[in-house]
């Protein structure tokens, strides 16, 4: 069983930072890929950034410059660091973990972690 647990949310002024950060039980080496997901009340839930197991990083166009995904695989865990925030960054977080095994793509996901931004 895959659990995921992230941390590090909270209440943030415009222009500040948090880090966000995202323990997987056992080791992140079985993912293929990890990511940062995020919903805002009444919208869709949208893809932030994620990193391939072998370091390849993606990002949203509306935190690239701002965001940086990392991982740390001797602590099994991942990392999303947020500088400058904006209010519109201000939802709930959930951490993503993706396994392809042949054909079968299995996702995880974490409990989410929420994130306040005021302005």
């Known amino acids: 069983q895959v659990q995921l647990v992230e941390s590090g949310g909270g209440l943030v002024q415009a222009g500040g930072s948090l880090k966000l950060s995202c323990a997987a039980s056992g080791s992140i080496f079985r993912f293929n890929t990890m990511g940062w997901y995020r919903q805002a009340p009444g919208k869709q839930r949208e893809l932030v950034a994620t990193?391939?197991?072998?370091?390849?990083?993606n990002y949203a166009d509306s935190v690239k410059g701002r965001f940086t995904t990392s991982r740390d695989n001797a602590k099994n865990t991942v990392y999303l660091q947020m500088n400058s925030l904006k209010p519109e960054d201000a939802a709930d977080y959930y951490c993503?973990?993706?396994?392809?095994?042949?054909?079968?793509?299995?996702?995880?996901w974490g409990q989410g972690t929420q994130v306040t931004v005021s302005s």
């Open positions: 993503n973990a993706e396994m392809i095994r042949g054909a079968t793509r299995y996702a995880y």
């Open positions: 990193i391939s197991s072998g370091g390849t990083t």
